[in-house]
C-alpha cells in the first residue's frame, strides 16, 4: 500500500479543501520525516492515503469536483456544437473528434450523476 499511496502523491495536484483534524504528536512527527524521506508533502500523502483507502473499500474514486465536471461539459458542449455546425464541411478526423466529444460528454453526464447531479 505504501507504494501506491507514494505514487499517487507524486502525481499531478487538483484543488483542495481544508480539513482540520486532531493527530498524536509522535505519529505526526513521524509521519512528516516518513513524507520527507519520499519527497512528498503530508498534505499529498494523506491525500493519496483517503484515495488509496476509498479504492481498497472499492468505491470508484473521480477526482473532479462538480464545478469542474460542470465546467469541462461546457467546453466540451461548445465544441460539438461548433462539429455539428459546421458538419458539412469537417474532415473525417475532425468527424472522428467529434464522436470522441460526444462519448466525453456521456461520459461527463454519467460522472455528475454518480455525483447526484442530473
Known amino acids: 500500500m505504501k507504494n501506491r499511496v507514494i505514487a499517487k502523491a ?3 495536484e487538483e484543488t483542495k479543501v ?6 498524536k504528536q509522535s505519529l505526526k512527527e513521524q509521519f512528516e520525516q516518513e513524507c520527507k524521506k519520499e519527497s512528498i508533502s503530508m498534505t499529498s500523502a494523506l491525500n493519496a492515503l483517503m484515495e488509496t483507502f476509498l479504492e481498497d473499500q472499492g468505491v470508484e474514486y473521480s477526482n473532479n469536483s462538480i464545478v469542474e465536471l460542470i465546467k469541462l461539459q461546457d467546453k466540451v458542449q461548445e465544441d460539438v456544437d461548433w462539429y ?3 458538419f458539412h464541411k469537417l474532415t473525417s478526423d475532425q468527424l472522428s473528434e467529434m464522436s470522441m466529444k460526444e462519448a466525453s460528454l456521456l461520459a461527463i453526464h454519467r460522472e455528475l450523476q454518480k455525483k447526484g447531479m442530473k
Open 18 to 23: 481544508s480539513i482540520t483534524f486532531q493527530s
Open 84 to 86: 455539428k455546425e459546421n
Open 10 to 12: 507524486k502525481r499531478g
